[in-house]
Each structure stands twice: as C-alpha cells, then as structure tokens.
C-alpha cells in the first residue's frame, strides 16, 4: 500500500503520458523561442540561456523526440556521435529522432556550436522520493519559482527539488555530516550580480562527510557551481550544467578524498570539473580517490575540460581517475590537463576511455610552471601585465631575474600518469604539451596507450604532435 501511495504522489505533481514525464514549470521561466519540443506527443518546456536552450524529461522504453525551431535547418548533429543517433528532417525547421535510452543530448545545427545549440537532458523516471513530511526534508515544490534563497544546511538533512521548481539563491554547509541535495529542479544563477563573492556559488560544502547531489540542474551560474572543500566521501550523479560566464568552474573539487562525479553533462566557460588541493589546510592533507566517469563534456572559450589544478598546495595529490567520456567541444584550452601550480607530487592518475570529438588547442597538457594561482604566486596587476607568459596557458607567468631559487622551492612533481584508449574522432589532432619545471621538478613516467586520430592508432611523438620539455620516460604504446 506504502509503494502504492508514493507511485500517486509522485504523479500529482507532474504531468505524464505514457512513458515520458515532464513537469509543470514557474509562470514566464520556459520559452519557446529558439525551439519547440515534443516528446511521444507530449510537450516539454525549454529553458533558454544565452548560449544554448535545453529540454528536461524522463522516460522508459522509447522517445520520439520531434523539434521545431526558428532556424532555417540545413544539417543536424547530435553529440555524444557514441550514440549514433541521426535526425530524419520533416522539414526546412523541423527534425526527429528516436531514443531507446536515457541521454544527455546537444543538437547543433547547420555546423555553427554557437547558434544557441539544444541540450536534450533525460533521465529514468523517479522509483522513490523523500517523504515531504519529514522533518528533516527540505522540500521546494514543483512548478513555484523561491526568490533569494540562502539555505544551511545542517546533519542528515535532504534537499529535494521537486521537478519544475526554480531556486534563484545558493545552498551552503560547514562541518556537517549526511547531506543530500536531490530532485529534478533547477538551480538558477540569473539574477547573481557578483561573481567573487562565496554566497553566489549554487553548492558550497565545506569540512562535510558523507555528501550526495544528484539530479538537479544547475542554470547560468557565474562562478564556481558545485564546491566541495577538504570534503570526504561524496557523490555527484546526473547532474546537469549549462552556463557560459567568467570562472564558471561546474565542479571543483578542492582538497577532498573519496569522491565520485558519475553522469554530469556540462557546458562551461570555465573548466567543466577541477580537482584542486589549494585552501589553508595542512599540507599533509592530500586530494585522494576521486572518480570521474560518464560524463559528458562541454568546455567552451576558458579553461579546460577536465582539469587536476591549478591550486596544488598539498604534498600529494593521488589516485584520481577519469573514465568512460564524451568531450564533444572544447574551444579552447585542454582537453585533459594536470596543471601544477604548487609543491604537491602528482601521481597515480588515469584517463582511460575518453572519446574526443572536438578539441580546438591542447589534447593532453601536463605542466609544472609558476602562476598568479600558486603559493607564490603574485597577483599585482602591473607585476601580471609585465610578466605574463603570452602563449599556450593561463595566468603562468615569468620568473624575475634572480628570483629563480625562491620560487624553486614552491614547484613540485608530475609522475606516473597514464592516457589510455584515448580516440580523437574529429577535426585537425589538437597538440599535446609535458612540460616540467625544471629536471629535478619534472614529470616523469607518462604512458600514452592506443591513442587514435579519425581510427588511426599513433605511435611517436612527432605523429602525435606532442612536445616535451624537463620529461622523462614519456612511452606510447
């Protein structure tokens, strides 16, 4: 009978035909400006951004997903390419394809990835829910928009947002332990005017344990959207990200240990996920066991997609890996990077079965450098304009003459770092740069392993367009 009830509650709250469920959304929040969608007949809200549209639903078995837009339509992608989805064009403004399993979607039109792109956002439909009645359960309803929302959170506490609510404000917490943050509602940065300030990021956990976010989506942030700090045992799951402002970082994971990202689509200024070892704690405490698998990746002008750095200030950062990814853009930057800005060695670190689409710079860029974002580094403005290292990175800078024993001693080490089942399916092969400090602060024991180009395996390092500086025992295979 209990299973019973929550199945009729869930329903009052949605609409749903057949096996696609949508929801009812705030008054003037969804648009069909750039697009119309149809789900197996039943309309879905878009949700407008100024870089890209998306749609949100659930379902089971199969959808047929029909779009209409106000663009003259000459040719579709649809990315991840992995899925092998193709559009069947009904006319010069409209298309259709079929899915049989839950995605996370862009469709690019006529070639142009800024010509406000369609992310096609799904899910399998809910199982269970958090009782609304308990007391430990915060609830925001579906289809009401919550205008300034500062909420802290304290132990064993559950956010849910309901399907179709809309949160304009941020979620916060210090030392606290049970935390879930959960639903299929939206996060909206809209109304945030100033990008430094802590309180404008949508998540900030900081000294937490025990830390569970899935589902959400997360809506023009404009800055770093989910921060977890020196956090412990955490999960990050289907969540969705699409924002396009200045240190708009999706997620930074920042001095944690025992961490798993699994199924995020993000479109991102900035880096689409940093895992980081900055902040004042002690040295001693490393960044530790973090998985990343099953995402896909957007990258757009700054940063980079998936990035270890550039805040490395613990004496380790270790056993960290990336798996089973879709990078379908990044516009600039890199691909994969590990950019070491402090002391910290670097080791024990995997990115193994990522499929690159569309990489306009760098494929893999490993790099030991000084930085305005390092221990050392200096921040005065006149000091950055002289300095600054014009060229192939952000925010690195040159080292006055004379000081080059002081800031020695704040560069640490690279190693043991492996790129396997790397395919780059494509446009022009990005570059790949291994550049360590110096040869006692270098990296050392790369293994690139079946890396392809458009199918071709490459096997040396010209072929593979990668330059190497202060590297040692760089093998591929």
Same mark, same amino acid.
């Given at each position: 009978?209990?299973?019973?009830?929550?199945?009729?509650?869930?329903? &009052?709250?949605?609409?749903?035909?057949?096996?696609?469920?949508?929801?009812?959304?705030?008054?003037?929040?969804?648009?069909?400006?750039?697009?119309?969608?149809?789900?197996?007949?039943?309309?879905?809200?878009?949700?407008?951004?100024?870089?890209?549209?998306?749609?949100?639903?659930?379902?089971?078995?199969?959808?047929?997903?029909?779009?209409?837009? *106000?663009?003259?339509?000459?040719?579709?992608?649809?990315?991840?390419?992995?899925?092998?989805?193709?559009?069947?064009?009904?006319?010069?403004?409209?298309?259709?394809?079929?899915?049989?399993?839950?995605? $996370?979607?862009?469709?690019?039109?006529?070639?142009?990835?800024?010509?406000?792109?369609?992310?096609?956002?799904?899910?399998?439909?809910?199982?269970?829910?958090?009782?609304?009645?308990?007391?430990?359960?915060?609830?925001?309803?579906?289809?009401?928009?919550?205008?300034? #929302?500062?909420?802290?959170?304290?132990?064993?506490?559950?956010?849910?947002?309901?399907?179709?609510?809309?949160?304009?404000?941020?979620?916060?917490?210090?030392?606290?332990? $049970?935390?879930?943050?959960?639903?299929?509602?939206?996060?909206?940065?809209?109304?945030?005017?100033?990008?430094?300030? $802590?309180?404008?990021?949508?998540?900030? &956990?900081?000294?937490?344990?025990?830390?569970?976010?899935?589902?959400?989506?997360?809506?023009?942030?404009?800055?770093?959207?989910?921060?977890?700090?020196? =956090? $412990?045992?955490?999960?990050?799951?289907?969540?969705?990200?699409?924002?396009?402002?200045?240190?708009?970082?999706? *997620?930074?994971?920042?001095? =944690?240990?025992?961490?798993? #990202?699994?199924?995020?689509?993000?479109?991102?200024?900035?880096?689409?996920?940093?895992?980081?070892?900055?902040?004042?704690?002690?040295?001693?405490?490393?960044?530790?066991?973090?998985?990343?698998?099953?995402?896909?990746?957007?990258?757009?002008?700054?940063?980079?997609?998936?990035?270890?750095?550039?805040?490395?200030?613990?004496?380790?950062?270790?056993?960290?890996?990336?798996?089973?990814?879709?990078?379908?853009?990044?516009?600039?930057?890199?691909?994969?990077s590990i950019h070491n800005a402090g002391q910290a060695h670097v080791h024990n670190v995997v990115f193994e079965n990522i499929r690159v689409e569309d990489s306009r710079q760098k494929l893999f860029d490993?790099?030991?450098?000084?930085?305005?974002?390092?221990?050392?580094?200096?921040?005065?403005?006149?000091?950055?304009?002289?300095?600054?290292?014009?060229?192939?990175?952000?925010?690195?800078?040159?080292?006055?003459?004379?000081?080059?024993?002081?800031?020695?001693?704040?560069?640490?080490?690279?190693?043991?770092?492996?790129?396997?089942?790397?395919?780059?399916?494509?446009?022009?092969?990005?570059?790949?740069?291994?550049?360590?400090?110096?040869?006692?602060?270098?990296?050392?024991?790369?293994?690139?392993?079946?890396?392809?180009?458009?199918?071709?395996?490459?096997?040396?390092?010209?072929?593979?367009?990668?330059?190497?500086?202060?590297?040692?025992?760089?093998?591929?295979?």
């Amino acid at each position: 009978m209990r299973k019973i009830l929550l199945i009729a509650s869930l329903f &009052l709250s949605i609409c749903s035909f057949g096996q696609v469920t949508t929801w009812k959304t705030p008054e003037g929040f969804a648009s069909e400006k750039f697009y119309q969608v149809k789900v197996n007949g039943t309309r879905i809200p878009v949700f407008d951004t100024p870089i890209a549209s998306y749609a949100i639903f659930d379902f089971s078995a199969e959808a047929e997903v029909e779009i209409n837009t *106000m663009f003259d339509v000459r040719w579709v992608d649809i990315r991840p390419l992995r899925t092998g989805l193709k559009p069947e064009y009904t006319g010069d403004n409209s298309f259709h394809f079929k899915m049989k399993n839950p995605e $996370n979607l862009s469709i690019e039109l006529n070639g142009r990835i800024r010509q406000q792109p369609l992310f096609i956002l799904t899910g399998k439909p809910e199982i269970s829910r958090p009782i609304k009645s308990d007391k430990n359960v915060i609830w925001f309803e579906g289809g009401k928009l919550y205008k300034d #929302v500062k909420l802290e959170l304290k132990d064993n506490q559950t956010v849910y947002i309901e399907g179709g609510a809309v949160i304009q404000g941020y979620i916060f917490a210090t030392g606290k332990k $049970n935390i879930k943050i959960c639903g299929r509602g939206i996060i909206d940065g809209s109304l945030n005017k100033n990008l430094a300030e $802590n309180k404008n990021r949508f998540i900030s &956990l900081t000294d937490c344990e025990g830390i569970t976010i899935e589902d959400i989506t997360l809506h023009n942030g404009t800055t770093w959207q989910i921060a977890l700090f020196h =956090c $412990n045992k955490a999960e990050i799951n289907r969540v969705k990200i699409v924002s396009e402002s200045g240190s708009d970082d999706g *997620m930074d994971i920042f001095r =944690c240990t025992n961490v798993v #990202v699994d199924g995020v689509f993000a479109h991102t200024k900035d880096d689409c996920i940093a895992i980081k070892s900055g902040g004042k704690y002690s040295s001693s405490y490393p960044t530790d066991n973090i998985l990343v698998k099953n995402c896909t990746f957007w990258n757009s002008i700054w940063g980079n997609a998936i990035e270890i750095g550039f805040e490395l200030y613990s004496n380790e950062v270790k056993n960290i890996r990336f798996e089973n990814i879709d990078v379908i853009h990044v516009e600039d930057g890199a691909t994969m990077s590990i950019h070491n800005a402090g002391q910290a060695h670097v080791h024990n670190v995997v990115f193994e079965n990522i499929r690159v689409e569309d990489s306009r710079q760098k494929l893999f860029d490993v790099a030991i450098f000084f930085s305005q974002w390092g221990p050392d580094g200096i921040q005065d403005p006149e000091f950055i304009k002289k300095n600054y290292l014009s060229g192939a990175w952000d925010g690195v800078q040159k080292i006055p003459e004379g000081k080059e024993a002081y800031h020695r001693q704040f560069r640490g080490t690279i190693s043991d770092i492996v790129f396997k089942d790397i395919q780059v399916l494509g446009g022009l092969l990005p570059f790949s740069v291994f550049h360590g400090f110096d040869k006692e602060k270098n990296v050392s024991g790369i293994t690139i392993e079946n890396l392809t180009y458009m199918g071709k395996k490459l096997t040396d390092i010209e072929g593979s367009k990668i330059r190497k500086q202060n590297t040692e025992n760089l093998i591929i295979k």
